[in-house]
């Protein structure tokens, strides 16, 4: 079992800065891929980024590539999301997510934190 706290979120103005980070519990952290997710108001969730538990392998989604930056401290049992050039697109409730096995865009990771509100105004 693995829960997951999100903190971070917050309101900004366009092209500000934001930094997400989700704690883990568990001994377990470093074997598990993490990853965001957010959720628009009236829209599905979509995948943002993830990172495999040794850190090696990261991957995007188009709309954040550049702009976005995900990373993990095995030793805080943490992940972050480094959030730069933040667009008023970018709104949403971002959600943290532990898989045991690699996050993929269209996949549904086991864990799920529950949610920072990310607001960007124009």
């Known amino acids: 079992q693995v829960q997951l706290v999100e903190s971070g979120g917050g309101l900004v103005q366009a092209g500000g800065s934001l930094r997400l980070s989700c704690a883990a519990s568990?001994?377990?952290?470093?074997?598990?891929?993490m990853g965001w997710f957010r959720q628009a108001p009236g829209k599905e969730r979509d995948f943002v980024a993830t990172?495999?538990?040794?850190?090696?392998?990261?991957y995007y989604a188009d709309s954040v590539k550049g702009r976005f930056t995900i990373s993990r401290d095995n030793a805080k049992n943490t992940v972050y999301l480094q959030m730069n050039n933040l667009k008023p697109e970018d709104t949403a409730v971002y959600y943290c997510a532990a898989n045991p096995i690699p996050i993929v865009p269209g996949g549904t990771p086991r864990y799920w934190g529950q949610g920072t509100q990310v607001t960007v105004s124009s």
């Open positions: 990172i495999t538990g040794s850190a090696v392998l990261t």
């Open positions: 568990g001994r377990t952290f470093s074997t598990y891929s």
